[in-house]
């Protein structure tokens, strides 16, 4: 079975949701629409058979968060066991602009040292995307793009 690792945004995609005044603490929680779609991709995945390493779905959308000096190994170790990586960017209509996500950014820098195969998925058009990431997908063979919808209704990847 190959692996997949799926990233996306994770912190920048947590919206405050109320202030526990005994804690003194802002409680979180992560955006729907975000959440669907990854959700929405993981099912696509793992129907056609993939196994699906994300943070997302380990730590049920930052409800069950690991520790931040844990992040970097986690993520990367997941990425060292990938045969393939997909990555969900969000376009927000209303801002006209990509979810900042600079994980994401990072680990697809890890996965094209790698030689790991990377498609980008997202609901924005692609000349929404930043430069860099146009340019790889133009220049590198290893990087695709396609919209979520192309990818929930056509056969994953083509492995």
């Given amino acids: 079975m190959s692996k997949i690792f799926l990233g996306g945004p994770i912190s920048n995609a947590m919206h405050d949701k109320d202030f526990d005044e005994k804690t003194n603490v802002t409680n979180k929680v992560f955006d729907e629409k ?34 931040v000096e844990k992040m970097f190994v986690v993520d990367t170790s997941w990425i060292y066991k990938a045969e393939n990586a997909v990555f969900v960017l969000y376009y927000n209509k209303k801002e006209d602009c990509l979810l900042r996500t600079d994980g994401s950014y990072i680990e697809m820098g890890i996965c094209y040292e790698r030689n790991i195969p990377i498609t980008i998925v997202s609901n924005a058009p692609e000349e929404k995307l930043p430069t860099m990431l146009r340019s790889m997908i133009h220049n590198s063979e290893r990087v695709k793009f396609i919209t979520i919808d192309e990818f ?6 083509g492995i």
């Fill in 152 to 157: 929930l209704n056509d056969k994953v990847l």
């Fill in 34 to 67: 975000i959440e669907k779609e990854i959700i929405d991709v993981y099912g696509k995945l793992k129907s056609e058979g993939y196994e699906v390493l994300s943070a997302h779905i380990s730590e049920n959308f930052g409800r069950n968060p690991i520790e």
